[in-house]
């Protein structure tokens, strides 16, 4: 069974960053696809960067491309969201997940941790 804990959310201003860690369980980081996701209140889940676990190849939402960074530590098991120059758009929980097949898609991913919280003021 893996298990993921996210960590890092909190209450930033326009323009700041955060970075979102999350930890994983025995070898997950190098052996899943490791992904961001977040959720708005009132709206759907929605994909936000992936990595995938044998070559660093990641993926990018358009609305987070250029501003956030995933990243892992294979020998830690971590996984990291560096977010730059956030918006108030960009205020939702966020969730760490792992998974195989499509790393875009939420329906790929089996494993999820409980999310953090980002709240960004105008």
């Known amino acids: 069974q893996v298990q993921l804990v996210e960590s890092g959310g909190g209450l930033v201003q326009a323009g700041d960053s955060l970075r979102l860690s999350c930890a994983a369980s025995?070898?997950?980081?190098?052996?899943?696809?490791m992904g961001w996701f977040r959720q708005a209140l009132g709206k759907e889940r929605e994909f936000v960067a992936a990595?995938?676990?044998?070559?660093?190849?990641?993926y990018y939402a358009d609305s987070v491309k250029g501003r956030f960074t995933i990243s892992k530590d294979n020998a830690k098991n971590m996984l990291y969201l560096q977010m730059n120059s956030l918006k108030p758009d960009d205020t939702a929980k966020y969730y760490c997940?792992?998974?195989?097949?499509?790393?875009?898609?939420?329906?790929?991913?089996?494993?999820w941790g409980q999310g953090t919280q980002v709240t960004v003021s105008s």
């Open positions: 997940a792992a998974g195989r097949g499509s790393p875009t898609m939420t329906y790929a991913y089996n494993y």
């Open positions: 990595i995938l676990g044998f070559v660093d190849r990641t």
């Open positions: 025995g070898r997950t980081a190098s052996t899943y696809t």
